[in-house]
């Protein structure tokens, strides 16, 4: 089942079907277009892969706000013309979609996923006299996950902090596992790019700049994602990856709620943690302990979010954790209530 972006009156809706899904055929088709080695033209009719996405172009949006900047691309908060109450996403990139660049298979994947914890992909257009390329997606109502730390104060007592760990365990580890049985790897998860709507606690992945699809399940070792969150596995040249890179990052995301700390403080802790993986003995930092008064309930909980950090940061990604170890670690905990 495709996801489909709606128009109605003027009001671009994202209409997604009751089940996540991936469609593999939506997908394969965008990719080899986007790769074909022509030079890459955006929608301005329907697209030749996917009729339901809507045409657009950079004369239907007015952006508010710039978000982000990087060599590579700009991330502008912006809404339609005729609809100042529906903002969305643009990211700008920097130059055009070569064969083989991974900004088309972002735009490929997120065209052909339907979650409701990743962002809708609208449409895309070129601008610069067509050199360059905008995606249009809908905005991930929330903070993101650093921003609320920030909040709550980044210590090890903020019990805010805790609660957001188990939301973000509890939410997120479901959906990277929906991504992996459709051979996708985010390899880029860290609290910049997890969105959480404090209202609802609704936890959102965003960013797929970095993302690609393995049906094998085979990555090449390449140093891909940002420092202090890769896998291990991922820093040693020349070695085969799977997806559990993405169960280490979520890892850190764990250990820097739980803790208030981050694993790697500095680049001296960087440049020891990259020599010790290099020699093979690498060990991941130990967590620091929970102080204060706390229920026993609390404790419990502490515990747990304890053991998932330790299994889910194991240097061995064949024992490393993934989603069915964390949810057999939920449901202990619900057992054990």
């Known amino acids: ?108 994947l997120l065209g052909a996923i339907s979650h409701p914890q990743i962002p809708t992909l609208f449409c895309s257009f070129s601008f610069n006299e067509e050199k360059q390329v905008g995606l249009v997606m809908s905005l991930a109502p929330g903070l993101a996950l650093i921003d609320l730390l920030n909040e709550n104060g980044q210590n090890e007592k903020a019990p805010a902090n805790r609660i957001l760990a188990l939301e973000v365990v509890r939410q997120l580890s479901p959906l990277v596992h929906f991504l992996h049985r459709h051979h996708i790897c985010h390899r880029d998860i860290k609290l910049e790019n997890i969105i959480v709507e404090p209202q609802s606690s609704k936890v959102m992945l965003i960013d797929f700049d970095l993302a690609t699809r393995n049906p094998n399940d085979r990555l090449p070792g390449l140093a891909v994602g940002t420092p202090g969150y890769m896998a291990p596995e991922m820093l040693v040249i020349g070695k085969i990856c799977t997806s559990a890179v993405d169960w280490f990052s979520l890892g850190v995301v764990i250990y820097a709620c739980v803790s208030g700390l981050f694993p790697f403080t500095d680049d001296d802790d960087i440049e020891q943690y990259l020599s010790e993986v290099e020699e093979g003995i690498g060990k991941f930092p130990p967590l620091p302990s929970i102080y204060g008064r706390r229920s026993k309930e609390d404790r419990q909980k502490d515990k747990m979010l304890l053991e998932i950090v330790k299994g889910l940061c194991r240097f061995n990604p064949h024992r490393r954790w993934d989603y069915l170890d964390i949810y057999r670690r939920l449901r202990q905990d619900n057992d054990s209530r």
């Open 1 to 108: 089942m495709m996801r489909i972006a709606c128009l109605i009156g003027v009001t671009l809706v994202a209409c997604r079907p009751s089940i996540p899904s991936f469609n593999e055929q939506q997908y394969l088709a965008c990719l080899q277009y986007v790769r074909s080695g022509e030079i890459y033209q955006p929608f301005h009719t329907q697209p030749p892969w996917a009729e339901t996405i809507e045409p657009c172009s950079s004369n239907d949006f007015i952006i508010d706000d710039l978000l982000s900047s990087s060599p590579k691309a700009r991330v502008l908060r912006a809404h339609r013309a005729q609809e100042q109450d529906q903002p969305v996403i643009i990211k700008l990139f920097s130059s055009r979609i070569k064969p083989g660049d991974n900004q088309g298979e972002e735009e490929c």
